[in-house]
């Protein structure tokens, strides 16, 4: 034993050596910061964010984004969960981990709430996130997050708007470039209704915004929050506009898309949407910007010959059941536009079904491209 | 200068600038310390007129341990990046162990083969299972969070794979006490049931692989390294434990069979 001693000395030396002489790095401030995000999640709320009381209202205000085109917060993100951070892509620490974790969430996500979340990154740095740097360095996350850009006074007037502190430039050392901005750590969750109940400080993970997101953009509220009514037309635009019926609504809408027509005379729209309640028909559809839409199906005739389009009068969809409105098989046709769509816009469409009543939706215009694309993701997220 | 690696608050981003980690050095002059008293005190004990020289096996043994936990492997892996935490695991829990029992001397051997405590902890089953309980326990996601936000737990962490490593490895490699009743065979047997298809190693491995979301939050909230995600940081993680393992237990099987094969032809 006297040998075991001997060897195990050297050890037990270290041990009290160490207990001497380190000081735990873990219980610096910013390790703490974490702990505190996750104490004050309130796991009462059924939401893993931090409960914001008051609840902020969502900021009115206009930046540039990096497509060099004005950007109306308020209204690009109408009906939408708007995830809203401020932060600049030189940051070192919490604005990459932020941005990479919402990224892998979201890439996850069924379609139908992938398309009902904008992620908006208001840059707190616009001397060095040029457009160019910010299209950049969020397309490398997900090339659906959007960057804004505005002057230090113009997002200061925001920041103070949301209750939220002014951006701190620390001093560059001589002749160097690189400096650090002071700003706020946390991601704003607008919710459908345009209030942010909720905020995500540094220290929430992956598994948490899994949590949240989905619950998000049902339009599920934390426990005990009040609804609040929103704006006349907002509900239903809202509902449609993220392709997500309104929670409880039977049809719930994956897709909703008309490939950019080259004349007004007509333009196919495209509809992947799924029945979670009884059997319905839909027996019409129309749209402000169409004298009318018919239900079509293309007939691939038995004994050979051409593939034509036939008109239908209602499309049966089962309980449960989803409805594929697709190139080469059933889908609606607007015929004669009054005007022709941009890409990128949307445009008003009424879905009227037998049981669920109307539908309400805003149909996204793409370029042809990424027609089979869209709805292939669409359709895989309705068949989870 | 810090005492173990250790790398800091959450928020402080990774830097390629060189830091001192004097409880390692420390620890290694101590191990090497410890095995030359113990070498020597073992050759006097057998009569024999000179200490043998230190095997080469245990220097590189002393190499391996020190890349592992010294910068930049050491704070990296503590802190940074789960796959460069699991190359931790493998070099001071599988490598650098059997090196380090090499430096035994058979006169060392014989003066601990009386020991109790050496037989019960050396014993293949107990080895076995403390090992794999070791792992299993270090790689469970709220005990590896929690340790590793301090030096204190990081470098409990990293003992206590070196400690079960060389109970583990011990009557693969060491002749006393009790590797006459511990044939070729049970070893290659050994190796493989607790180390290749090791039901911990795998099932691990296979979570840090497969998981929907980053399973360690300490890796997970840290500013990204080389643009390398924490998704794929773990599923490299995940692929270095099942591959590295397994690997590590087949060349030590090759090694097994072959002097076996000598011996018996």
């Known amino acids: 034993m006297s040998v075991l001693r001997a060897v195990l000395a050297p050890l037990a030396l270290g041990g009290v050596l160490i207990f001497a002489a380190c000081t735990p790095r873990g219980s610096e401030s910013s390790d703490s910061t974490t702990a505190d995000a996750r104490t004050a999640t309130n796991d009462a709320s059924g939401f893993r964010g931090v409960i914001t009381s008051p609840a902020r209202e969502k900021p009115d205000f206009t930046l540039t984004d990096f497509n060099g085109k004005a950007f109306d917060f308020r209204r690009a993100t109408e009906g939408k969960v708007a995830l809203l951070f401020f932060g600049y892509t030189h940051c070192p620490d919490v604005c990459p981990l932020h941005v990479a974790n919402i990224a892998a969430v979201m890439q996850k996500l069924p379609f139908e709430a992938r398309d009902a979340i904008r992620f908006v990154f208001v840059t707190t740095d616009p001397v060095r996130d040029t457009p160019a740097r910010l299209k950049e360095w969020l397309g490398s996350f997900d090339p659906s997050f959007i960057g804004l850009r505005g002057s230090v006074d113009e997002v200061n007037r925001i920041l103070y708007a949301l209750r939220m502190p002014a951006i701190q430039q620390s001093d560059a050392p001589a002749g160097s470039a690189e400096y650090d901005v002071g700003h706020a750590a946390q991601v704003l969750a607008f919710g459908l209704d345009g209030l942010s109940r909720l905020e995500y400080p540094f220290g929430i993970r992956q598994e948490d915004w899994a949590h949240d997101l989905p619950k998000l953009a049902r339009g599920e509220l934390p426990a005990g929050a009040t609804p609040v009514a929103p704006a006349p037309g907002a509900a239903a635009s809202g509902a449609a506009a993220g392709g997500v019926s309104s929670p409880g609504a039977p049809i719930r809408i994956a897709a909703a898309i008309v490939p950019q027509p080259a004349t007004l005379t007509e333009a196919a729209l495209y509809l992947v949407l799924r029945n979670t309640g009884a059997e319905d028909t839909l027996y019409a559809v129309s749209s402000d910007i169409a004298q009318h839409a018919e239900l079509h199906e293309t007939v691939h005739p038995s004994g050979g010959g051409m593939d034509h389009m036939s008109q239908r009068n209602a499309a049966i969809v089962g309980a449960g059941q989803p409805l594929l409105l697709m190139p080469g098989a059933n889908h609606v046709m607007l015929m004669n536009l009054s005007r022709r769509p941009e890409i990128g816009s949307t445009i008003p469409i009424r879905l009227r079904f037998r049981r669920a009543g109307d539908v309400l939706l805003p149909a996204s215009v793409v370029a042809y491209g990424d027609v089979e694309r869209l709805l292939a993701a669409a359709t895989a997220s309705i068949m989870k | ?265």
């Open chain 2, 1 to 265: 200068m810090q005492f173990w690696c250790s790398a800091g608050p959450l928020n402080l981003p990774w830097t390629w600038t060189w830091t001192a980690y004097v409880g390692v050095w420390l620890f290694l002059i101590l191990l090497v310390v410890g095995m030359t008293a113990w070498n020597r005190a073992g050759a006097r004990r057998a009569g024999l007129a000179s200490t043998p020289p230190v095997h080469p096996l245990f220097v590189l043994g002393v190499v391996v341990l020190w890349m592992a936990l010294d910068w930049p492997v050491g704070p990296l892996g503590a802190g940074y990046l789960a796959s460069v935490h699991m190359l931790q695991f493998l070099l001071i829990g599988l490598v650098a162990p059997p090196l380090l029992l090499r430096g035994i001397s058979p006169a060392a051997q014989a003066m601990v083969a009386g020991s109790k405590v050496i037989k019960q902890v050396t014993s293949p089953i107990f080895a076995l299972l403390v090992f794999n309980a070791t792992v299993l326990v270090t790689h469970l996601p709220f005990v590896a969070d929690a340790l590793m936000q301090s030096q204190l737990g990081s470098m409990f962490i990293d003992l206590a794979w070196l400690a079960t490593g060389l109970f583990f490895w011990w009557p693969v490699v060491v002749d006393l006490p009790v590797r006459a009743k511990f044939p070729p065979p049970l070893r290659m047997l050994y190796l493989i049931g607790g180390l290749m298809f090791s039901p911990v190693m795998f099932g691990l491995a296979g979570f840090l692989a497969y998981s929907e979301t980053p399973l360690y939050g300490w890796y997970e909230l840290r500013p990204p390294v080389a643009g390398i995600s924490s998704h794929a940081d773990h599923q490299a993680a995940g692929a270095l434990m099942s591959i590295g393992g397994a690997t590590i237990a087949f060349v030590a099987m090759s090694v097994i069979f072959f002097r076996w094969s000598k011996t018996e032809g």
